[in-house]
């Protein structure tokens, strides 16, 4: 996995042993870039603090892929409207990212999406307590990227962390993001494209 060779060395090892086996469950995310002039923005979710998976996490809007989708794009714009209102056909995706298999099973496809505003977005109560937006510049700029172990249940867990005024962007939302960066900083190789 390609988002492990980022964190180096031992966390490397740790971060690819912690995954679960395959097989994986499809699972897509949308990672919507407002564009708004000279300064865009992306547009983030706090998780409900009731969700089986990841509660009260920030998250980009996604989910799993289901059988009515026609790609794992398509679940990813479907969840995005569902979750925070956004039309899809506001929507221009612009690429994929590296896969990101989650400790929960998940193999998450992230989709790129520019956003052009206005746009009116509304959180679903089911599933996202708020949304926010983030700098891309904040997010995109390397001493903001943190990453660490900890321990739970006797085993060290790698992970990615952008912290953001009161809202601790981790984990698979902060790995993507990072894997963002990594493209964007014109070295597309270290992080390669996952087929389909």
């Known amino acids: 996995m390609a988002i492990a060779r980022l964190l180096g060395g031992e966390a490397a090892r740790l971060f690819l042993a912690d995954r679960p086996p395959a097989p994986h469950r499809p699972a897509a995310v949308l990672v ?8 865009p923005t992306v547009l983030l979710t706090r998780r409900a603090h009731y969700l089986p998976h990841h509660p009260g996490q920030i998250s980009f809007p996604g989910g ?10 398509a679940a990813a714009l479907r969840e995005a409207a569902e979750e925070t209102a956004l039309d899809p056909a506001r929507v221009e995706v612009v690429g994929r990212l590296d896969d990101y298999i989650t400790v929960t099973g998940f193999r998450v496809a992230p989709f790129v ?42 085993k060290y867990r790698p992970y990615f ?14 790995g993507i ?20």
């Open 32 to 39: 919507p870039i407002l564009d708004h002039p000279g300064a």
């Open 64 to 73: 799993r892929v289901e059988a009515q989708d026609a790609s794992p794009q």
């Open 113 to 154: 999406g520019v956003v052009t505003p206005p746009v009116t977005l509304r959180p679903d109560p089911a599933e996202v307590d708020s949304l926010f937006e983030v700098p891309l510049a904040f997010l995109m700029d390397e001493a903001n990227h943190q990453h660490g172990v900890r321990e739970k249940d006797g």
């Open 161 to 174: 962390a952008i912290p953001y005024g009161d809202y601790y962007i981790w984990g698979a939302t902060a």
């Open 177 to 196: 993001l990072i894997n963002l960066h990594a493209v964007l900083d014109g070295n597309p190789g270290a992080v390669p494209q996952t087929p389909a």
